[in-house]
């Protein structure tokens, strides 16, 4: 065996070993009632990927949750929740589901019947009811400024590909994040197949499960209306802080304690 392949086996047994030392010992932090503190699942949308969690992630971390940021596939909502209810059957104990824009497609979807999830945070979310579609929920209110305009198409082989075009990325997406890091974004942003964009969603997580929302107040991709709107049908509660689509990054502290909150 190389060298090369040793250190890389090695690498990878420090990683699994510390992964294995790190589950229980943030299990074995309790809540102040001495119960379990929920493994924090945060689900990222379109356009992104984990790394947008990880702000918030570090805060959850240090405060003793066990956190675990799957990457979405971004292929369809029905494909993405059974994708993300196959890693959910994996976790044991009580688990809150934390989402960012088209992630509450997925929570919403990949939840129901699922007894070990005891709460939903959406963050900047799409909440949708039975039948309902993302872009359906995103036109039901004015000032979106996410169109075909805004889109670059990129085919996939059986279907289409859309990423948000350089020039506008900033303006529409994370208009308070520092430039040199939407620039980061969105040469790494990863894109969602334009079939997800219509599928309609199924029988809803949030009308069984306890719900809290963080509304973006300048959001130019679902716009604060729109989530207020769905927020309200699902009987959220609700906090509402002066962010950009992006909340969770530009607002880290604001939405782990949302998510504190709910996992309480």
């Not at 909502?77 to 993300?84: E, K, N």
């Not at 960012?100 to 979807?109: A, K, L």
């Not at 007894?115 to 909440?127: I, Q, S």
């Not at 963080?214 to 927020?231: G, H, I, K, T």
Request: charged share 15%.
């Amino acid at each position: 065996m190389t060298t090369s392949r040793r250190s890389l086996l090695a690498g990878s047994a420090a990683v699994a070993a510390g992964a294995a030392v790190g589950a229980p010992e943030a299990q074995a932090n309790p809540r102040p009632d001495g119960k379990q503190k929920p493994t924090v699942v945060l689900v990222h949308g379109a356009f992104a990927d984990a790394s947008g969690w990880y702000g918030v992630a570090a805060q959850l971390i240090r405060a003793g949750y066990p956190v675990l940021a799957p990457a979405n596939p971004l292929r369809g909502v029905a494909a993405d929740a059974a994708y993300l209810a196959s890693v959910l059957a994996t976790l044991n104990g009580p688990l809150v589901l934390a989402a960012h824009s088209y992630g509450g497609n997925v929570i919403t979807n990949a939840a129901t019947g699922n007894a070990n999830v005891k709460a939903l945070v959406y963050v900047a979310a799409f909440a949708p009811d039975a039948g309902e579609s993302l872009q359906g929920l995103q036109t039901k209110y004015p000032g979106s400024k996410v169109d075909e305009t805004a889109l670059d198409f990129r085919p996939n082989g059986a279907s289409v590909d859309a990423y948000i075009k350089k020039e506008v990325f900033r303006d529409v997406f994370a208009g308070d994040v520092p430039r040199a890091t939407t620039d980061l974004m969105w040469a790494g942003q990863r894109p969602v197949d334009v079939r997800a964009l219509g599928e309609p969603s199924g029988v809803p997580a949030w009308k069984t499960i306890p719900s809290w929302y963080l509304v973006a107040r300048d959001d130019n991709v679902f716009p604060a209306a729109a989530q207020r709107f769905v927020a309200r049908r699902a009987g959220a509660r609700t906090v509402e802080v002066g962010a950009s689509h992006v909340a969770m990054i530009s607002q880290p502290a604001a939405t782990a304690d949302l998510i504190k909150r709910a996992a309480c």
